[in-house]
């Protein structure tokens, strides 16, 4: 029996495969990004949890972008991991020019990371 699955290319789908069964294909910079969407649509919590992880992980990814994948797909552990990174004002304030592109939900915690910077000096 074949399923068809529409709007996937045969290399992306490939890695799907590759990164969640036995051979346990680590994820990169080139694959995060698509295994990501993958998973979110075939409901493979597994590999949102992988993906979540390396992005914790990796600075190959710009903080700004991780925290829009963690507002779009969800990842708590990831965002609060962005909002840590935090550690002065000023790299809050390196954002701004990214603010439009957020949810309030986002600048809400953006906010509260402020607050606590504040109190924290």
Avoid: G, W
Wanted: glycine residues 0%; aromatic residues 12%.
């Amino acid at each position: 029996t074949e399923i068809e699955v529409k709007d996937v290319s045969v290399e992306e789908f490939t890695e799907l495969l590759y990164v969640i069964f036995p051979s346990e294909r680590p994820v990169n910079v080139e694959s995060y990004r698509y295994l990501l969407l993958l998973a979110d649509r075939f409901q493979i919590e597994y590999l949102v949890e992988l993906v979540e992880k390396y992005l914790m992980k990796t600075d190959k990814v710009k903080t700004i972008n991780k925290m829009l994948l963690a507002e779009e797909y969800r990842l708590e552990f990831l965002k609060k991991h962005c909002m840590d990174s935090f550690k002065t004002l000023q790299e809050v304030k390196a954002f701004e020019s990214e603010f439009s592109k957020m949810s309030k939900s986002m600048k809400n915690a953006l906010l509260d990371r402020c607050f606590e910077l504040i109190i924290i000096k």
